[in-house]
């Protein structure tokens, strides 16, 4: 195989790895090669350099998350997938299998590991039909038949568990399958763990395939939704992509799911929303339950809106999305509150704070504000506010003195997000140096707020009317084809969903990116001159939208090109999340999940933590860790 992977014709893909010194691999690959070679083979690629053969067990790799998040109601479904037969069967046995799907008229996929003839083999069907449900049943029999007469097993890798245990009689002789019995019954005589998995229960039962499915009898409502669901084929599809894995009640590496690892509670992860939100739409939790005062507050408000299910859930699950049109619906039922106008209109909010900075930065550190605002707005008197800047960033823009070579390269637009603009200029002014030391003009668009505060609010509608605002600016940069860059992740990532509000985006989320995504594509090419920093460790924790979208890695390449030492935090989320750590109901939450970035970066020796979001200072700053941009760090490079 190769590169390409140019399957043409083929039916199927077979990859063949061969151990061999480096002088006679090739060699020893076209033995393989020849003694494999039938009239069914259409070709043949090889991969011998490293490079090659990773992006070949990628794809690999990839098969079974890519299936698995297939919207809609038919999906790959595992019960027949861990069939394990002696590898000289394997012709045998495949096409036994394939004649018993074609019986049944079903589709399947096949992946898995011919050298020791495991084939993870996964039928189509649609669980919420009774013809699938009876064929789920039939296939599972006929080919667990199959599997015990070419002498293989039912369980390859994955176990025995409810989905084979009513075949292992038939697979283990009667005096160990007997042992296995007393085994249980010495040991767990009540039926305590696990009853009727592998060996029968108390009561003589076991669990059988087509039993306790969850969706027979399951007639879920429609729910007419503000954003666009129609990738993932409606609303209620989108929470049933949720299959229970339990992926995000993960203790540790990755960023799912924050308020799982703080709490140890099944409520707070993102199967146990899923599952509620399943269980509010059937009707099972009484009726209009997903708009209720409990089912907001206590399911969908402490989910902190993090996108980490969007990327590391397996099947998928994007409970922000899920929660962003719930909070809607229930908008929709009672109006909005004023701590959601508040936080959704974040943009007036820090403009105002910025042309009243003097006053505004000594109101935010009075005690008596402090209160009144917690008891008017909700606001905890414990999080500190952000400041005010005196000067905006556009005010500082307008007057600043453009580098020499801006312009000679091209032209390049600066989003100015609400914190940029109104809190931390210092970030935009970085942005712009390094810019126009690259050679391009900087130009500041007439934009307003990206509409993630509205979004994590459930402000649906003001959203929209920020996005299309937005659009309508950004749209003559498309066609002049002049890039669009944003330093807030979580501003990017809004702009990325515009098609989720509106109809027609113009091409803006295509070519809007973050700045060190466009950064390190121009650095790479050696055209701006920077200084070297030696010996300087940094320790940098990526913004959680940023590591949703895959944007994480651009920092760190930049800084390194520097020269800086960069250890990255293998943290979940900082915890603050917009405006959730805000909320006097959630800050002692955000608190909780911060201690875990926290704990890391107490365990490294850096000069410099870097971070890229401005939820992230903001949330480490009350935990007296100074933090710094990467553009700022970057900047103070400049020759």
Known sequence: MGTRFNTGDAGAALLVEVESTYAEQESDLDDVVEAAWTEAAVGVEKAIDDSEQDLLWTVRKASNPLLNRQPGDKQALSFIEDAAVPPTQLPEYIERVGDILREH?????????????????????????????????????????????????????????????????????????????EVKRTFDPKDVFNPGNVVPSTDGELPEVDADLRYEGYTPETVETALDFSEEEGFASAVEQCNGCSKCRTSDGGVMCPTYRATGDEIMSTRGRANMLREAINGQLGGEALTSDWFQNDVLDLCISCKGCETECPTGVDMSKLKTEAKHQKHEEVGVPFRAR??????????????????????????????????????????????????????????HEPHPKAGVVGTVALFSDCYMEYNHPEVGKAAVRIIESLGYAVEIPDVTCCGRAALSQGLVDKAETFAKKNLDVLHEYVNADIPVVGVEPSCVSAIKEYGELVD????????????????????????????????????????????????????????????????????????????????????????????????????????????????????????????????????????
């Open 105 to 181: 008229n079903l589709q399947a996929s096949v992946f898995g590991h011919a050298g020791q003839g495991v084939l993870h083999i996964k039928p189509f069907l649609n669980l919420k039909e009774e013809a699938d449900r009876k064929r789920l049943r039939s296939v599972s029999e006929a080919v667990h038949e199959e599997v015990l007469a070419v002498g293989g097993s039912v369980s390859g890798e994955h176990g025995d568990g409810r989905l084979r245990s009513e075949h292992l009689s038939k697979m283990y002789s009667e005096t160990l399958y007997g042992a296995f019995n």
């Open 342 to 399: 508040l936080f959704g209109n974040v943009r007036l909010l820090n403009q105002l704070g910025s042309l009243f900075a003097p006053i505004a930065n000594k109101a935010k550190e009075s005690t008596p504000v402090r209160i009144l605002v917690e008891k008017v707005a909700g606001i905890d008197r414990r999080r500190t506010l952000p400041d005010f800047a005196g000067e905006s960033f556009q005010q500082w823009f307008a007057a």
């Open 504 to 639: 027609e985006t113009n091409q803006v989320p295509e070519i809007t990116r973050t700045v060190p995504e466009f950064l390190s594509e121009q650095i790479a090419t050696g055209d701006v001159d920077f200084s070297i920093k030696e010996d300087v460790k940094v320790a940098f924790h990526g913004h959680c939208h940023s590591k949703a979208k895959g944007w994480d890695s651009a920092p760190v390449e930049l800084l390194r090109e520097v020269g800086y030492e960069v250890l990255q935090l293998d943290a979940t989320c900082c915890g603050m999340a917009g405006s959730f750590g805000y909320e006097v109901e959630h800050y002692d939450l955000s608190m909780a999940i911060g201690d875990d970035l926290e704990s890391k970066i107490d365990a490294v020796d850096a000069d410099h933590i870097v971070t890229t979001g401005a939820s992230c200072s903001q949330q480490l700053a009350d935990r007296d860790i100074d933090t710094s941009h990467p553009l700022e760090l970057l900047a103070d490079q400049l020759n």
